[in-house]
């Protein structure tokens, strides 16, 4: 259990049976006064904000969260589906979920999915995966130095910004916390 | 030179010109109670009966306590005869971790004999003057958070029942409300109180260790600066029946609260016998250094690299 001196930024509590995250944080205490511990929380589910003041003496549940490994294996046109890699169960995120982590789904990907109370509420990817070009205007051999970029589309649908010489075909390494192309990848 | 060193480099450089001024702020206040006859003293650290308080949480060492505040030990000195008195020491008060709130601090603390908190008052107009004076620094500033002002006494006094019904809308001298009236000190009157401001007269529950008036307000006052809360002044509680009722008042609390309750300090009681009328204030030295030189944060004001 955590006691209100114990909030600060990042600090992951349950509140009304909901996670959520602190995201800013303010000690006041008038002179000879109690403490006032003044949040900003964010729900790890609806994303909604909302504000409270605690005083010592307050206490809280720590988030119920726990962080699997699990593989991505289809999309149904409506959700997306993930299968724990150890107990073999699966379980399923909706587009909102999943946000925009599911531009990089490929089949068979390790993925982190976050659980509240065994519900999947959030997703991490790997910070970089290699991902194949399936489509854009053929290279431009020898500009590997110019800052212009095309659109190319990924296997995944995912349409990207690449320089001019990457061709249709070749695998390029992608920073999901971005969404941007870093390099060519041989293979 | 390694990252680290590099890193610890950069800190000091942008550290040193903060101390310098803090130093010099420092040997500003000195003089300033030097000059007016005050005797500065050091009273022990170490202290084995603190005054009772019910939201100041001590830490404990070896069967004594780090001293919150000199208040007990320096109004000793005055019962015991000494002349006005000045202190600039560390107080420690655990789980006070804020942008203007650290667990070890810089108080500056003096008394007036034979004086009343709006003698403390003068004194704070004066002696923010002469700092300002010695720093070379213009009366217009600009502080953190603030619109440039001028820093030129008289500056506002205002009561806590004015400030309380003009930004509140109620009065806590009325009725009081202890989560109501701390709640919407923090949250809606000092964000008003942006100019230089003595908030005084406050309610007797609130009235710590200060004198009551003739109206049953209590003679004690916060100096506001910058928005910051810097000085807390009293006319001094001389009575010790009344004393002793509130420091167990006090412990009361914290019986409720379910914090730790230490003990009457017996020794003060007994010796507050013989102490006439004196006003007393503690400033933070921290807070005022980090106004003075624009910091945000007293992370920022003090010899340390955290």
């Not at chain 1, 119920?64 to 589906?81: A, I, P, V, W």
């Not at chain 1, 997703?123 to 130095?145: A, C, M, Q, W, Y």
């Not at chain 2, 420092?26 to 019910?54: H, K, N, Y």
């Not at chain 2, 006090?250 to 102490?275: A, F, I, N």
């Amino acid at each position: 259990m955590y006691q209100a001196s114990d909030l600060r930024k990042g600090l992951k509590i349950e509140i009304d049976g909901e996670p959520y995250v602190v995201s800013d944080f303010q000690f006041l205490k008038p002179g000879k006064g109690q403490s006032i511990y003044k949040c900003k929380m964010k729900s790890m589910i609806s994303g909604l904000t909302l504000e409270r003041s605690y005083r010592s003496g307050d206490s809280f549940m720590p988030a119920e969260l726990e962080e699997r490994k699990m593989q991505y294996l289809y999309h149904d046109g409506e959700n997306y589906s993930f299968m724990d890699m150890t107990s073999y169960e699966q379980v399923s995120m909706s587009e909102s979920q999943v946000g925009e982590a599911r531009h990089f789904f490929l089949e068979n990907l390790e993925v982190m999915v976050l659980l509240h109370k065994d519900l999947p509420i959030g997703i991490t990817l790997p910070n970089f995966i290699n991902l194949r070009i399936v489509s854009t205007e053929p290279g431009v051999k020898g500009d590997t130095v110019s800052g212009t970029t095309k659109p190319a589309t990924l296997s995944t649908g995912y349409v990207i910004r690449v320089p001019l010489f990457v061709d249709q075909d070749e695998l390029i390494r992608v920073d999901t916390r971005t969404g941007e192309y870093v390099e060519r990848v041989k293979g | 030179m390694s990252r680290v060193e590099a890193s610890r480099r950069s800190r000091l450089a942008s550290l040193l010109p903060t101390l310098r001024r803090r130093a010099a702020i420092i040997t500003s206040v000195r003089c300033f109670f030097t000059e007016r006859g005050f005797l500065e003293v050091e009273t022990p650290l170490l202290l084995t009966e603190p005054a009772p308080e019910a939201y100041i949480d001590l830490f404990p060492c070896h069967g004594a306590f780090l001293a919150a505040s000199p208040e007990l030990e320096m109004k000793m000195l005055l019962a015991a005869g000494f002349p006005d008195l000045f202190q600039l020491t560390r107080s420690f008060r655990r789980e006070e971790r804020g942008r203007l709130h650290a667990e070890e601090f810089t108080i500056l603390e003096w008394y007036r004999r034979d004086r009343d908190f709006r003698a403390l008052m003068l004194d704070c107009e004066d002696l923010l003057a002469t700092i300002l004076q010695d720093l070379g620094l213009p009366e217009r500033l600009e502080l953190p958070g603030c619109p440039p002002q001028v820093l030129r006494p008289p500056f506002r006094r205002l009561t806590v029942e004015e400030a309380f019904l003009r930004f509140a809308g109620w009065s806590p001298l009325r009725h009081f409300d202890q989560d109501r009236f701390d709640h919407d000190l923090v949250e809606l009157v000092e964000p008003e109180l942006l100019t230089p401001t003595f908030l005084h007269s406050y309610p007797r529950e609130a009235g710590s260790l200060a004198k009551l008036a003739a109206d049953g307000s209590a003679e004690r006052f916060e100096f506001y600066l910058g928005g910051v809360e810097l000085a807390n002044g009293f006319s001094e509680l001389t009575d010790a029946a009344e004393q002793r009722q509130r420091f167990e008042a006090e412990l009361g609390l914290r019986l409720s609260l379910h914090k730790e309750v230490g003990s009457l300090p017996l020794r003060y009681l007994e010796l507050l016998q013989d102490l006439g009328p004196c006003a007393g204030i503690a400033l933070g030295l921290d807070r005022l250094v980090l106004l003075l030189c624009g910091k945000h944060d007293l992370r920022e004001v003090r010899a340390t690299f955290e």
